[in-house]
């Protein structure tokens, strides 16, 4: 049995609101989360992992959107060529809403790049879409919004 702290320190973990969830599902979403924020800490094979084999990623870089499997593949290979250190990471809690047997999760992000002759910072959110599948919740739909705040932002000591 689970204990009440631990569900709430689970939820404190990950910054959910508006929703309940169950301490499993809030484990299992943070995973999730963990996985698809590390596009660029893991290899491109297990990145693809989180997401369900027909997911689907709306950027606004890729209008026609990035569909499937090796579609998701593919941008990852391209994604981890573009430049030399990259950091792409959660920036800030995640809200969830329950639909059925879905969680819409909503989360803000920040992407980094270190180029001598263009540094890039983008902000945005996630709005992710994850399906509980019997391996754990995956990614059935991402659309990015970039919103290009200015963002305060220190790069880790080990990049």
């Not at 979403?29 to 590390?38: D, G, I, N, R, T």
């Not at 994604?79 to 969680?103: C, H, I, S, Y």
């Not at 963002?151 to 990049?159: D, G, L």
Request: aromatic letters at 14%; hydrophobic letters at 45%.
């Amino acid at each position: 049995m689970i204990s009440k702290s631990f569900f709430i320190s689970i939820v404190l973990l990950l910054g959910v609101t508006m929703t309940s969830v169950r301490a499993d599902e809030a484990q299992e979403v943070s995973a999730a989360l963990s996985k698809f924020f590390s596009l660029f800490e893991t290899d491109c094979s297990n990145w693809v992992q989180v997401f369900t084999k027909s997911a689907s990623f709306s950027h606004p870089k890729f209008p026609s959107g990035i569909v499937g499997s090796q579609a998701l593949l593919d941008f990852c290979g391209k994604a981890k060529a573009a430049a030399q250190v990259q950091e792409f990471r959660q920036d800030g809690g995640a809200m969830l809403t329950r639909e059925g047997d879905f969680l819409h999760v909503l989360v803000p992000y920040v992407y980094a790049t270190i180029d001598p002759k263009a540094p890039f910072i983008n902000s945005g959110f996630e709005s992710i879409k994850l399906v509980s599948t019997p391996a754990g919740y995956k990614i059935l739909s991402v659309i990015e919004f970039f919103t290009r705040n200015p963002q305060p932002y220190v790069w880790p000591a080990n990049r």
